[in-house]
């Protein structure tokens, strides 16, 4: 393992331990699932429209009326980190849907440096005998794995506003759901535990209707409120155990969905904007061609996202490539319905 590496696997666990700052407990989860919303710079919130939405926005997957599976495997960090997800969506009766989502950070062959043999021994001692003195030669190696766990509920109502005899009526689809989060956090023989749930709407209204011009499209809003009681990640299985907190975040986002006609394509403009440190405005644009292939770009922080997808005998092929301070990531999934 080279020196750049050592030191990027260091800091990736710093910012897992995070025992001396718990506010940040849950940051692995702000890495986002699914290759789809990453592509678009992480604008899917008023979206939400597959089995990536019980991440982004649960009450998302009530917009899905066919069983949904997809599952996404990125490579982060130049390969120190695999980052692995998994969802299912089953629609039911009564334009319900539930989902399970399973995702997975891991990082593997983290060195470790024993300094057992230096207790006891002063800081003279060590600095004037080189027995003491730290070799850098790696003892062992350990893994970390970081494992959230969600089952989401939706619901899907539909409204027609009358706005008068002189006007018409507006056509509203409201989407309400919520998910039920467990995460288990391993480092080495320590582990950590927690629960907490999120709730989240959605609405999606017709623009051809509102100002009466054939061609337009829809135009959707998101709000996903995660970790709204409280959640806590509990380390140990004593008196002495450590708590440290996730914080309550808002997802807030919008989205327009263009149909061309004339070019067999959809384009779609989404914003989002989340409140969990300060506020990250995220920027994505799709362009679909005749439901068969997407190009996308997206843009957050600072950093540029592209991805794309193509359908192959009914299975969408995404790939997703992430820019950040610690290089570019690479994600690719899967996504198919029945």
Request: glycine share 10%; charged share 20%.
């Amino acid at each position: 393992m080279n020196k750049l590496k050592t030191l990027l696997v260091l800091g990736l666990l710093l910012i897992s331990i995070a025992l001396s700052a718990g506010r940040y407990a849950g940051d692995f989860m702000m890495i986002g699932s699914g290759v789809r919303p990453l592509g678009m710079g992480g604008a899917f919130a008023a979206l939400a429209d597959d089995g990536n939405a019980i991440y982004w926005n649960a009450s998302g997957i009530a917009q899905l009326r066919a069983t949904d599976i997809t599952v996404m495997h990125a490579f982060l960090y130049d390969g120190i980190a695999s980052y692995d997800n998994i969802s299912f969506c089953q629609p039911l009766p009564n334009e319900v849907t539930i989902g399970l989502n399973l995702t997975r950070l891991t990082i593997d062959d983290i060195p470790h440096f024993s300094e057992s043999y230096l207790i006891g021994h002063n800081v003279d001692e060590r600095i004037n005998n080189s027995l003491y003195h730290l070799p850098g030669v790696t003892d062992d190696y350990f893994k970390s794995t970081d494992d959230l766990f969600q089952f989401a509920f939706a619901k899907h109502l539909h409204y027609d506003i009358n706005m008068g005899w002189l006007f018409f009526a507006i056509p509203f689809d409201v989407y309400m759901g919520a998910n039920i989060k467990y995460i288990k956090r391993q480092i080495d023989d320590n582990s950590g535990t927690g629960t907490g749930f999120d709730l989240s709407f959605l609405m999606k209204s017709d623009l051809a209707t509102i100002f009466d011009v054939e061609d337009l499209g829809s135009i959707k809003f998101g709000a996903n409120f995660q970790d709204i009681a409280g959640t806590e990640i509990t380390w140990g299985e004593t008196d002495n155990f450590h708590k440290d907190e996730i914080l309550f975040n808002t997802k807030l986002g919008v989205a327009v969905e263009q149909p061309l006609e004339k070019l067999k394509s959809t384009v779609t403009l989404a914003y989002d904007a989340d409140y969990v440190y300060s506020i990250t405005s995220h920027f994505g644009l799709d362009w679909n061609y005749n439901s068969q292939a997407n190009l996308r770009l997206g843009y957050y922080g600072k950093n540029f996202t592209a991805g794309a997808s193509v359908k192959v005998y009914g299975i969408f092929v995404d790939y997703a490539a992430v820019s950040n301070t610690l290089g570019l990531t690479n994600r690719v999934g899967l996504r198919f319905n029945f």
